[in-house]
């Protein structure tokens, strides 16, 4: 028996007849170490306490008639069924330190440990904001040593470390552009996005008060650079391409496009959050581009996911750097690193747009991700990118029979490999595929996105996994296409051993029930 790197073998491998799961119930409800835990309103109970008080002394109010009339409504637990409630809560999470954690465009790889360990020093984590720059040089020296090093990587002229996001490095972007524009009295309307770009790209040039319009992308998933061409004008403020493309692939028109952009007198912002992709291969600067986020929390590890903590660095042009947020560092010849903040700007940095945020940026991200970067070093950072690019190829190439592959004859992928749902039958969806992956142990991969390929599956396994890891994962994924394929009427209702079965997520989305409102039976039940 062949036992695969995670432990597992397969099903097949194991040889045990295995009874019909479907038909097994059990006397909870539960699964195994799988317990349907209920919401801690249902198993709370007012009158229960984690605490012995005395009574409350018999005293005259001073609330003027404000007192609480009401039972206060919060669930009761003692102290060893709230941690165990959390605990099992916990357990149901999907989390990249669980498995492989297929989301396209996310970048979910590994994060190393001494990444933590660094952030978790106390002059990294106890310092504040507001303490004398003398006394937190350290920190500060931090920051502008992670500054050297991702404009050394991009090949730039300067890098803005404020914004929180990528999509907030987005919005500092495109500010920097507008201000450019404005200096030189030439304010402009247009920003063009192409059909391949992240959603979060128009909606960043909306946000800042640009009007949006599509570029329409080539057979070869690329951006279709005469139809961009012949949109160029006095009104385009500028473009903004996610490269490599959220088709996975690299676009390789990149130099040409930011020439056309530039001698049509806007300026070029690129999408870097698949810098993972071509770290230490390539550098955005050496392609024209004039500012582009990287999503610290995705190519130099750093955990994400359920929103946060992010850290979106901008790096800057020479023509936009002058225009780029406040405060930032700057390195003295003695070492010395002060800050140029509104006191210092006026001889220092008059032409800069504002603040992106209160203070200095993540310092907690901006640790990890100096950490990764030093820990990795120049040649390191350049294996990342290559082995991110081959683990996606193979699963692109081992999959590429059993599921259509839209882009794959015109060439390598970059980071991710992108498929569709052609060929499914008996109406089975990606989201069916999606929520069988769920059954198999896996969390789905990016699903409906890019919207240029119908149903889209988007898979980034990264560099960090194993091979045999993803193996698994590849059989796993072949298994259920085949049912996809095979039309197998089970997966409609898939997932079925998961503590929650299929729920209606437009539902879900469009009229969540955020509040927690006690059933009338319940109400009986507590008094
Ligand atoms: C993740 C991502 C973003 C947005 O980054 P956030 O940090 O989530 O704001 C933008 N573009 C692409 C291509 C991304 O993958």
Request: hydrophobic share 40%.
């Amino acid at each position: 028996m062949s036992m695969l790197a995670e432990g597992r073998p397969t099903k097949q491998e194991t040889n045990v007849t295995m009874p019909d799961q479907n038909a097994i119930t059990t006397h909870t409800g539960n699964r195994a170490l799988m317990v349907d835990e209920p919401l801690i309103f249902e198993i709370g109970s007012p009158d229960r306490s984690g605490v012995d008080l005395p009574e409350a002394p018999q005293v005259e109010s001073r609330l003027g008639g404000l007192e609480r009339k009401a039972p206060i409504a919060i669930p009761g637990l003692s102290e060893g069924e709230t941690v165990r409630h959390y605990t099992r809560l916990s357990r149901q999470n999907y989390a990249i330190d669980v498995g492989l954690f297929p989301l396209g465009s996310c970048t979910m790889k590994h994060n190393p440990r001494l990444n933590e360990k660094i952030a978790r020093l106390k002059g990294f984590a106890d310092i504040h904001p507001l303490q004398p720059v003398d006394s937190v040089q350290g920190a500060l020296g931090v920051i502008n040593e992670l500054a050297v090093w991702l404009i050394k990587l991009t090949g730039m002229h300067g890098v803005a470390m404020t914004p929180k996001a990528g999509a907030h490095g987005e919005l500092c972007g495109i500010l920097c552009i507008r201000a450019a524009l404005e200096a030189r009295g030439d304010a402009r309307e247009v920003i063009l996005v192409p059909e391949s770009a992240h959603g979060t790209n128009p909606a960043t040039a909306a946000f800042a008060g640009y009007k949006v319009e599509d570029i329409p992308a080539n057979a070869a998933g690329r951006v279709d650079l005469e139809a961009l061409k012949a949109r160029l004008g006095p009104d385009v403020a500028g473009v903004m391409i996610t490269n490599p493309n959220t088709c996975g692939l690299f676009e390789p028109d990149m130099k040409a496009i930011s020439d056309a952009v530039h001698a049509a007198g806007g300026y070029v912002y690129c999408d870097g959050a698949n810098f993972n992709a071509i770290v230490g291969k390539v550098r955005p600067g050496d392609l024209g581009i004039d500012a582009m986020h990287i999503n610290l929390h995705k190519t130099f590890s750093t955990p994400h996911g359920g929103g946060g903590p992010g850290s979106g660095p901008v790096v800057l042009s020479e023509a936009l750097a002058p225009y780029g947020p406040l405060p930032f560092t700057e390195r003295h010849a003695d070492g010395h690193i002060t800050l140029v903040e509104e006191e210092t700007v006026e001889d220092r940095h008059p032409h800069t747009f504002g603040r992106m945020s209160a203070f200095h940026g993540q310092m907690g991200m901006f640790t990890r991700a100096l950490t990764y970067i030093l820990s990795h070093g120049a040649d390191g950072l350049k294996q990342v990118a290559e082995d991110a690019v081959l683990n996606a190829n193979y699963i692109l190439r081992s999959l590429e029979d059993v599921l259509d592959a839209p882009f794959a004859h015109s060439g390598p992928c970059m980071h991710e490999a992108l498929f569709s749902d052609k060929g499914f039958t008996n109406d089975l969806t990606t989201l069916d595929l999606a929520k069988g992956m769920i059954d198999e142990g896996y969390h789905p991969m990016t699903m409906y996105f890019p919207l240029v390929v119908h149903g889209a599956m988007l898979v980034e396994p990264t560099e960090t996994e194993s091979k045999a890891a993803i193996d698994q994962f590849i059989g796993a994924f072949r298994s259920v296409a085949e049912r996809a394929k095979a039309g197998d009427e089970l997966l409609k209702s898939a997932p079925h051993f998961a503590p929650r079965r299929r729920l209606d997520e437009t539902q879900a989305a469009r009229k969540p029930i955020l509040v927690w409102t006690e059933p009338e039976d319940f109400a009986e039940a507590a008094e």
